[in-house]
């Protein structure tokens, strides 16, 4: 490796560096939670990534930082004043529920699956998927277990 100085992180890197010691959160705790990989939120934290033995700058896109910055609980303003009004809007973007989870007609009244559906809006479209393929296996399930054996009078 050579001996070539490493870039400084970018504001942003440094604000959600900062924010994942004040949440607490190991780095790939916050990487699993906005669907980043272990090696890619090192890259952008760091603001470099070594290529060939050269360390070469690293900016997030838009998009990822705002999942980062959802993840260790940074807000649009904190984006903002690090440089990053792209990524704080998209952060706002993927904060306002999205209209693609409709809660169904039947359940429209109960603020609880309102409210379920809300924060179902503001996962990823990956983790949005697993959370309605869990659910959906388990009401499976709970169906197979309620028509269970059926015992009839003869």
Excluded at 15 to 34: F, P, Y
Excluded at 71 to 78: C, I, L, S
Excluded at 116 to 126: E, R
């Amino acid at each position: 490796m050579d001996a070539q100085k490493k870039p400084a992180p970018p504001p942003e890197a440094v604000l959600i560096r900062e924010a994942l010691k004040q949440v607490r959160m190991s780095g790939r705790e916050a990487a699993r939670r906005s669907g980043v990989s272990d090696a890619r939120w090192r890259q952008i934290t760091t603001g470099y990534q070594t290529v060939s033995g050269h360390h070469v700058p690293v900016v997030a896109p838009a998009e990822t930082l705002a999942r980062m910055a959802q993840a260790t609980q940074v807000t649009a303003d904190e984006l903002r004043k690090a440089g990053r009004s792209d990524a704080a809007d998209e952060l706002e973007r993927l904060s306002t529920p999205s209209p693609s989870v409709s809660v169904p007609s039947q359940y429209a009244d109960d603020p609880h699956i309102s409210a379920i559906a809300a924060l179902l809006a503001t996962l990823p479209p990956d983790a949005q998927d697993e959370v309605l393929r869990r659910v959906r296996r388990g009401s499976q399930t709970r169906d197979q277990e309620d028509s269970g054996p059926q015992w009839h009078a003869s």
